[in-house]
């Protein structure tokens, strides 16, 4: 048992190791330990003495310390940095926003300009007289044809996905100039040379592949249809073949074009468009150009890596489609004028040729034009001498066609009746230094007579015995003087002066028979149409939707009814103008021939004008028309040069208007079938 036991201790101290080691004590010399332990002891009293112990724990501290600035540094720094990082992003997400977003979407979207449909103009029954044709000019851009190529040659040539190498080669094949060429009849070797594709170039350098992109001029640019009609461009855009773009606009085109030119003016590139554009220049073009031209619309539009349009995405501004202008013109009776003006013109030689014609009723002016003109679908025709609207802008002294004025003034004077007579014995008289003349001695003539005949004389003898300023108030209260209601760009206002005082007696006395003012044939047709409308005088129009003015009072209507019964006497047997008389209608007039004026003053000896304005039918006047031929060469007297016109345009506007007959046609024996 006893020896059971001491096996177990001996065990137990042999496994179980000592939890902390502890001191060894020199146990054989106690007394060399304890001097140790005095020597450490009198060590530590030393430093102690000495302050080096102190220093030591102040060595110590310090080292903490300067760990704790090194902590804060280093957490400033990274809040100064965060900060920095915050700002940074704030200006990036939140104030600059705006420019970067622009920016990213510049590369990705773009604006396009959508054309608006520019308005008609039209006659007065809504036949076109200018139209839209929708045109295209398709382009190509050989550098985006090559761009695309070697895209597509890279696929096949490195990626691992057969369906994406199949489908690139489907599209390569539809590349095929030779198709392109065919469809645009645009020759294969241009094209080939524009495009210039390098086969041997490594398709995965991309430095190389720039190296051989198209550059330099018709590198991004070759027109391939010009102003081409859709019927022409749609099977060339279908292909949608690489590099092929359209740019879709609308010609202006003009349907009668030379009758029309001066009224409706032409489009023309204007300066002052962003991108280039065309704008009205002239006429009715230029003067309503807001209201035919509406606004362009605009969309954004998503594009690809070549530049092509994938889709719109939205629309950024809408279109406001052009207005319809509707005018007073009647297109028929506007080809009838043109053609008679240009007859006269050409067979007399003349500088020019101008006509008028008015609706009595309204003030419509139902045909304006002068010969020369221009095709104004071909501005390579365009003149400054043709493409003016003479009628409203050329100003002239008119001659005898004043004279009914000159009458309107005596009898509104209460100083004459229509039975008064007038002796223009001897057929002249001697004014301030000046003789005026008649063609004959016609001695003691009525108004009537005045008229019939064109005596300057009696004129004269009239304004003379009428107060100074008589003539010149009653011509201004025709309009002469001042601009007509048309408004026409440019239009002249012409001018009427006030003699200076009683003693101006020659200026009083040429006012009486057209001369010493300048007036336009607008003017004088207006004012004609006032004596023809009971002396109720209309204010011009030419565009239908502005509403007519109401007529002005100008002279009482018996003295108007008179003065165009007077006129009659002119187209009658023994007046100056045979020529413009219309059977089955009673037709009122004056002639009028004037010498030209000389720029440096006096007059031509050898030039003239002659005009003729007339009414029909003169018992219940509906149109005036007026017509000036300008230096005819052949001859040159209003009776026999404007006269015939004036005769040949209102026939055909008393036809197509079917106005009813006001006198008895005569029948010449001729003319009367055999029995």
């Known amino acids: 048992m006893m020896k059971k036991t001491n096996q177990k201790q001996g065990a137990s101290s042999k496994v179980t190791p000592p939890l902390r080691k ?3 004590q020199n146990k054989a010399n106690p007394a060399k330990h304890h001097q140790e332990e005095q020597k450490r002891n009198f060590g530590s009293w030393l430093l102690d003495k000495m302050g080096l112990a102190k220093r030591r724990r102040q060595v110590t501290m310090l080292g903490g310390m300067h760990d704790v600035g090194r902590y804060r540094a280093v957490w400033v720094v990274m809040a100064m940095s965060f900060l920095l990082l915050f700002a940074r992003a704030f200006y990036l997400q939140v104030i600059n926003s705006p420019f970067l977003i622009e920016k990213g979407d510049q590369l990705i979207t773009a604006k396009r300009a959508m054309p608006v449909y520019r308005g008609m103009i039209t006659d007065t029954a809504g036949a076109p ?6 045109l295209s000019t398709v382009v190509f851009s050989p550098y985006d044809y090559a761009l695309k190529y070697y895209d597509l040659d890279k696929i096949i040539k490195t990626s691992p996905d057969q369906k994406k190498r199949d489908e690139a080669l489907k599209q390569l094949k539809e590349m095929d100039l030779v198709k392109l060429s065919g469809m645009a009849n645009f020759p294969l070797d ?10 041997a170039v490594d398709v995965t350098d991309e430095s190389a592949v720039n190296a051989v992109l198209p550059k330099g001029a018709g590198s991004r640019r070759i027109i391939l249809l010009s102003k081409a009609p859709p019927e022409l461009v749609e099977p060339l855009m279908q292909l949608k073949f690489a590099g092929v773009s359209e740019e879709k606009f609308f010609q202006r085109y003009y349907l009668q074009a030379e009758p029309n030119a001066q009224i409706l003016g032409y489009m023309a590139q204007s300066n002052d468009e962003k991108n280039g554009g065309y704008v009205g220049r002239a006429g009715i073009e230029a003067k309503y150009e807001k209201k035919l031209a509406g606004e362009k619309g605009q969309v954004l539009i998503l594009k690809d890596a070549h530049r092509s349009v994938i889709k719109e995405l939205k629309e950024i501004k809408p279109q406001v489609a052009g207005q319809d202008i509707q005018l007073t013109i009647d297109s028929r009776l506007q080809y009838v004028l043109y053609k008679e003006l240009e007859q006269v013109g050409r067979i007399q030689s003349a500088r020019s040729s101008s006509g008028i014609v008015v609706d009595v ?15 104004s679908n071909n ?43 007038i002796d223009t014995a001897p057929g002249s008289m001697y004014v301030g230094g000046y003789t005026i003349r008649d063609s004959s001695n016609y001695g003691s003539i009525t108004l009537a007579k005045l008229i019939q005949k064109s005596s300057n004389v009696a004129s004269a003898k009239i304004a003379l ?11 201004r209260r025709f309009g002469f003087g001042k601009k007509t209601a048309l408004n026409f760009p440019a239009e002249a206002s012409g001018s009427v002066k006030n003699p200076n005082g009683e003693k101006d007696t020659t200026r009083r006395a040429t006012l009486s028979y057209g001369y010493g003012q300048s007036v336009t044939l607008a003017q004088v047709a207006q004012a004609y149409a006032g004596l023809a409308n009971y002396g109720q005088m209309h204010p011009l129009r030419l565009v239908k939707s ?41 037709v009122a007039g004056k002639t009028g021939t004037s010498r030209r004026a000389k720029p440096e003053g006096g007059y031509y000896t050898d030039q003239y004008r002659t005009t003729f304005a ?7 006047p509906r149109f005036v028309v007026a017509i000036l031929v300008e230096d005819p060469r052949r001859q040159h007297y209003g009776g026999v040069v404007a006269a015939p016109v004036f005769h040949n345009v209102m026939k055909e506007a008393l036809r197509l208007y079917n106005v009813p007959f006001d006198k008895p046609l005569q029948v010449n024996a001729k003319d009367l079938p055999l029995s």
Not at 190 to 195: E, S, W, Y
């Open 361 to 375: 009723l309204t003030g419509d002016v139902l045909a304006l034009g002068s010969w020369p003109s221009f095709n």
């Open 129 to 134: 007289l200018a139209a839209n044709a929708p």
């Open 190 to 199: 241009k094209l080939q040379k524009a495009v210039a594709i390098d086969t």
């Open 465 to 475: 015995s009428l107060g100074a300023n008589d003539i010149a108030d009653i011509q």
């Open 546 to 586: 502005e509403e007519s003015a109401e007529p002005t009072k100008v002279i009482e209507a018996r003295h108007a009814e008179a003065i165009v019964k007077m006129m009659e006497l002119v187209t009658e047997q023994g007046g100056t103008a045979r020529a413009a008389a219309i059977n089955g209608y009673r």
């Open 379 to 421: 501005l390579a025709e365009r003149t400054g001498a043709n493409e003016r609207n003479r009628p409203v802008l050329d100003t002239f002294e008119p001659g005898s066609i004043m004279k009914p004025f000159t009458v309107a003034a005596a009898l509104e004077s209460g100083k004459y009746s229509v039975n008064s007579l």
């Open 614 to 620: 007339g009414i029909a039918p003169a018992s219940n």
């Open 22 to 24: 502890k001191p060894t």
